[in-house]
């Protein structure tokens, strides 16, 4: 059984953290092509099997990658080292459920737990033509501390292995509303936030990092400055069919 009670559980650990500040508007950054604004939440079937190869793209012509569903284990095998208010939670420990629905999360669980430098979420998929002009958005929210994600703070690389690279210039996310370590459960409802600049697919295997490459401490053992994130959405495809294999496995801890 998942951990539950986080926020409850901070609030008597921490009377105050922080304040809720507002650092910024809630309008998305601009784009060369913009995507109409969404709050939908998609929802996917549940599955058997614990990799489930997913191709459909909605009647937008958007691409759908869950971040729940992506590898949290590094390329050792280790899981990845997620960090929280106090101590942390690995691999797939960093997936949290959207328990009441009011935090707008697609497919109903996001990936929280970034807040160490050098720790990357990695969205790996293919695509059946190479295809310029594609529009990136982010599903992200914030706790403990309202931010305005950067390139200089947080990389998103789009087929960029360079370790030391700032990524795409997306212009900047602001996220405000941030729950405190006393909201009793609150979680700040999730909210698109789309780069500034389109990206360029490759035929076959593409990958896009979101990569914490700060380490400017949150409070706590929080090391470092990150969204928490629920999906990424590509659209303006082209008419080139995306997939990705689900790491349906991630959730098993939320299942009865
Ligand atoms: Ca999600």
């Not at 909605?58 to 992506?70: L, P, Q, S």
């Not at 009793?184 to 990569?211: C, H, M, Q, W």
Request: some cysteine.
């Amino acid at each position: 059984m998942k951990k539950l009670g986080k926020f409850a559980l901070l609030s008597l650990m921490l009377p105050i953290v922080a304040s809720c500040q507002k650092t910024g508007s809630e309008t998305s950054s601009s784009s060369s092509k913009p995507v109409q604004p969404s709050e939908s939440v998609p929802s996917t079937p549940k599955d058997s099997s614990e990799e489930k190869e997913s191709s459909n793209t909605d009647a937008d012509d958007t691409f759908v990658i869950e971040a729940e569903y992506t590898d949290l284990y590094e390329a050792d095998g280790t899981p990845k080292a997620g960090h929280g208010y106090s101590g942390g939670a690995d691999g797939a420990d960093m997936v949290q459920k959207d328990e009441d629905g009011s935090a707008k999360a697609s497919n109903g669980y996001w990936v929280g737990y970034l807040y160490n430098k050098g720790l990357s979420l990695n969205f790996v998929f293919n695509s059946t033509k190479a295809v310029t002009g594609v529009t990136l958005t982010l599903r992200l929210s914030c706790e403990i501390k309202d931010m305005e994600l950067t390139p200089d703070l947080w990389a998103v690389r789009v087929n960029d292995s360079d370790s030391s690279s700032r990524g795409i210039e997306y212009g900047s996310f602001s996220l405000a509303g941030a729950s405190t370590s006393d909201s009793d459960n609150y979680v700040r409802p999730f909210t698109d936030r789309t780069s500034a600049v389109t990206i360029d697919l490759v035929e076959g295997k593409n990958e896009i990092d979101l990569v914490t490459i700060n380490d400017i401490t949150m409070g706590g053992t929080m090391y470092a400055t990150a969204p928490m994130v629920d999906c990424i959405k590509l659209s303006h495809l082209s008419g080139s069919s995306l997939s990705y294999t689900k790491h349906e496995e991630n959730l098993a801890a939320f299942e009865e």
